[in-house]
């Protein structure tokens, strides 16, 4: 708690300080921001997607500036589970909550890679990737494919005593469906949305911008995309939810909340501000308190639906 | 990828103020920021600045920062409010177009100083330094400290005069400065290797001397092959596109001669030639 109101919220189990997470991709392996500031000042953070071995990803051009946003294309590149928990762990300063994420092209992988996870005290949720909008086999495939993705979750289900979260693709017909076989297979949360699969050409070059042809669009251009699927998903599942998508800001951020998150993550706004994630948190406390709320807790839902 | 030079100084974001921001002819200018606590750079170093100025709602488009080297403001800040960074910019899309409105008293962000600069020029050597287009920002800093210390070569291109940058700055150093334009309109008509290719071949002693080259990548490419062939050793500051600059987004990986990738904003902008896989650059 800081200031006059509480700013602790829970997702899927997970205790933070505030409802505020830097997002997978986008927040390295937390060390690169302490520079910045004091990691103990926002909720945590989501590490890069791991892999079971060290994986490179794919040539450059890897990223390129789209209308209100970013593509890209990095295909999860990373130093691997042991790398992580041997290195890049211990450097994490006591009490940030470290959400580890996998990603795999089979479900055996991802409940492997759970497992390796779960045997350190200082990983405090799981978050299965089953939505890299650019990997050509693995992510995706399974959040496209509603019984692909019961398995997987169930297969990390067993894997792991940890709170788990699924992270969803917005690629889909009916993302509600997605998240309501989430639940059934065991998930404790959900995290929506991941990047929407893109493209964008030079015409000069006649070329596609990214090497990889295909990749995902992030940034504020999708967050209206983002807030309609965290709206529909909060209303279909009972387990709690993570929104994410464009947040620049602590309004932003608020809407999410509004429509049902009970936390949020910080994706591309780290990238042109590494103060982004705590001035969000920040500023979602001075909304609440604004707005008399008394807990930061109490924005979650706090949508007016009825017509005016 | 070995790393080449130091990354003494902590980064952070800082909004800056404009104190100057003119045009210098053709699509050049030149952007002087008051930086609060600035901590000063090494040569070689960059930041990432908001393309265009802050406002009251936080921008979003375009949305990403524009890497650019520090031109000038090595020196940290003599007083806390006192910093100063100079960067000399060419606008050539809508981001560098933003920052170029942007008016004194107006804020940028500033997120630096950022990668690892040039290692420090060693005594009584040859440095050939090799400017191409923007790229001669990145070596202004290099050459002013080289001057006391080695025997110093600026060869500085560009496809017209209008476009060479920082020239006068250059012409005020104590070294033997070369102009190349494509069109002939200043000096010696040609590319920059145009120039570094006799430089090169009068090189007595090939271990002391070491080209630094900043530019378009086939530029670059270029002048490490010409270093090689003579048994020189070639320095390169690689330009990529970025989002972040500190190392996160892994959007401006370049791939590496021992294999896999390196990243330009982290393990660079500065790199040993013989450390790129020239061939899959793009
Ligand atoms: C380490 C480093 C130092 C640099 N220093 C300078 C400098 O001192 N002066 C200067 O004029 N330029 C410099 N550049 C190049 C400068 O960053 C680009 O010219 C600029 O980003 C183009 O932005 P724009 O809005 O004009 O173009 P747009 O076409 O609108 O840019 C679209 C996107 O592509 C990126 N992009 C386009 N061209 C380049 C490029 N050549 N390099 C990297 N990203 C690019 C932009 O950053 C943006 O994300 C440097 C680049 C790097 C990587
Ligand atoms: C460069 C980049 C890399 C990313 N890498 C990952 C990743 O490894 N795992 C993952 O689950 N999401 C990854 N994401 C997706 C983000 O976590 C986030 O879901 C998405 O970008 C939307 O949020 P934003 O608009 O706030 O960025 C990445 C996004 C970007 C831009
Ligand atoms: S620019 Fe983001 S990692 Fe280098």
New binding site residues.
């Given amino acids: 708690m800081s200031g006059g109101i509480d700013t602790r919220v829970c997702l899927a189990g997970i205790e933070l300080r505030n409802p505020v997470l830097g997002a997978s991709g986008t927040f390295g392996y937390g060390s690169e921001f302490e520079a910045f500031f004091d990691l103990r000042r926002i909720g945590g953070f989501v590490a890069k997607s791991l892999t079971l071995e060290p994986r490179w990803g794919n040539p450059p051009p890897r990223i ?2 789209a209308p209100s946003g970013m593509l890209n294309a990095i295909s999860i590149e990373n130093i691997g589970v042991a790398a992580f928990l041997e290195e890049k762990l211990p450097r994490v300063p006591d009490g940030v909550a470290v959400i580890a994420s996998c990603f795999g092209t089979e479900s055996a992988e991802y409940a492997e890679l759970a497992a390796r996870l779960s045997s350190s005290p200082r990983v405090a949720g799981i978050e299965i990737n089953a939505s890299c909008p650019h990997v050509k086999s693995g992510g995706i495939e399974f959040g496209q494919d509603a019984s692909l993705l019961a398995e997987l979750v169930r297969r990390v289900r067993e894997a792991t005593r940890l709170p788990l979260l699924v992270k969803l693709s917005p690629n889909v017909t009916r993302i509600a469906d997605m998240a309501m076989t989430c639940e059934d297979a065991g998930a404790d949360g959900i995290s929506l949305i991941n990047a929407v699969q893109a493209m964008e050409v030079d015409v000069e070059t006649r070329r596609p911008v990214l090497s990889n042809i295909l990749g995902g669009l992030s940034g504020p251009a999708i967050r209206p995309i983002a807030l309609r699927m965290v709206w529909q998903v909060s209303q279909a599942v009972k387990i709690p939810v993570c929104g994410i998508g464009g947040i620049l800001t602590a309004d932003d951020a608020v809407k999410f909340l509004l429509c049902g998150a009970s936390a949020v993550q910080v994706g591309t706004a780290n990238y042109l501000n590494p103060l982004a994630a705590l001035e969000i948190a920040e500023g979602i406390q001075s909304y609440a308190e604004r707005h008399g709320f008394a807990r930061v807790a109490d924005l979650t839902g706090a949508l007016e639906t009825r017509s005016v | 990828m070995t790393s080449t030079g130091r990354d003494s100084r902590l980064p952070s974001r800082i909004d800056a103020q404009v104190l100057e921001n003119r045009s210098e002819g053709g699509n050049n200018h030149r952007l002087v920021l008051s930086v609060p606590d600035w901590p000063g750079a090494e040569p070689g170093q ?1 930041i990432m600045l908001s ?1 265009g100025a802050r406002a009251a709602v936080e921008r979003s488009d ?1 949305l ?1 920062p ?4 520090v ?1 000038r403001g090595h020196a940290p800040a003599a007083e806390p409010a006192a910093g100063r960074v100079e ?11 933003l920052i170029s409105e942007a008016l004194p008293g107006q804020r940028l962000r500033v997120v630096g100083p950022l ?1 690892r600069g040039f290692p420090e020029v060693e005594s009584d050597a040859s440095a050939v330094l090799v400017g191409g287009g ?1 790229g001669v ?2 070596l202004y800093e290099l050459a002013a400290r080289a001057v006391a210390r080695a025997r110093t070569t600026v060869v500085l291109g560009a496809r017209t005069a209008a476009d060479l940058m920082g020239r006068d700055d250059f012409a005020g150093l104590d070294i033997d400065l070369q102009i190349t334009t494509e069109d002939g309109s200043s000096g010696l008509r040609g590319l920059v290797t145009d120039a570094l290719a006799p430089l090169l071949r009068r090189v007595s002693r090939p271990s002391s001397t070491t080209v630094y080259a900043c530019g378009p990548t086939p530029m670059m490419r270029a002048c490490a092959e010409l270093a090689e062939s003579h048994a020189v050793r070639c320095l390169v ?6 989002a972040c600059g500190f190392g996160v987004c892994l959007g401006c990986a370049v791939p590496a001669r021992r294999g896999g990738f390196a990243l ?1 904003c982290q393990s660079g ?1 500065v790199f040993d030639s013989n450390d790129v896989r020239w061939q899959d650059l793009p």
């Avoid at chain 2, 960067?87 to 177009?97: A, C, F, H, K, P």
Wanted: proline share 9%; net charge positive.
């Fill in positions: 390129a500036e | 960059f393309a375009p990403l524009r890497p650019m080297a031109y960067v000399l910019y060419r606008v050539s899309g809508r981001g560098t177009q990668g923007t920002a990145s500051s690689l330009e990529n596109n970025m330009v902008p």
